[in-house]
């Protein structure tokens, strides 16, 4: 079992490595990059095949990332029988709706792009905007399940010494890592624009298995 625990933790980082990368071809726009609501000036300017590779890694990644958690939880079978398995499933549920998120994500530009080139840049806003008010109460709901939840649980079981991990440990989950990339996209500067406040997400995701592998 500890070795299966170690594939798994193994490929938890892989998967959240893929899945940065796939935020990458999504999100990186540069300092030109004009923001008006959830509409982004430089979706006019990327290229169509971004989004279409960007999809295709999250396909994978998604999975792959979820491994980690569950060899994270699995370290803690022995000791907690059904507490690990309800936390898997709220995380394996959420991922779900991860991969509905991102590929809503990369719908928005590909309609952008497409009805822009008609001259319909404002029937495209209307389309995103209506599309993302469609899924709004889905899209929340289960970002909490796959972010919020399992990253403040895992830092209570930290700090009630139910996983036995450093103090420090504390900062590597997908929260603290979102909250870290949005900070630094907030101070302005050009480097922190894009990356890594886009990827910081799905780095906190790898850092499940780094935990499990630290257990």
């Not at 990332?65 to 022995?78: D, I, P, Q, R």
Request: aromatic residues 12%; glycine residues 8%.
């Amino acid at each position: 079992m500890f070795f299966v625990n170690n594939i798994l933790a193994v490929i938890g980082i892989v998967g959240g490595l893929l899945c940065a990368i796939a935020d990458l071809l999504l999100d990186l726009k540069g300092p030109n990059n004009i923001k008006n609501g959830i509409i982004d000036s430089e979706w006019e300017n990327m290229s169509h095949w971004r989004f279409v590779i960007s999809g295709i890694l999250a396909m994978f990644a998604v999975p792959m990332y979820s491994c980690g958690f569950v060899a994270l939880m699995n370290k803690m079978t022995e000791s907690y029988q059904l507490f690990p398995g309800v936390l898997s499933a709220i995380f394996l549920i959420g991922a779900m709706g991860g991969f509905m998120i991102h590929i809503f994500l990369c719908l928005q530009p590909t309609i952008y792009q497409k009805l822009s080139v008609r001259s319909e840049r404002e029937l495209a806003k209307e389309l995103i905007y209506d599309l993302f008010a469609q899924i709004y109460i889905p899209f929340f709901t289960l970002y909490c399940m796959l972010v919020i939840v399992p990253s403040i649980v895992v830092m209570g079981l930290i700090i009630n010494g139910i996983l036995i991990l450093p103090i420090w440990c504390l900062a590597l989950n997908p929260l603290v890592f979102q909250l870290l990339g949005l900070l630094l996209r907030r101070t302005g500067l050009k480097i922190f624009i894009d990356a890594p406040s886009c990827c910081a997400a799905s780095l906190g995701m790898a850092m499940y298995g780094v935990l499990a592998l630290m257990v």
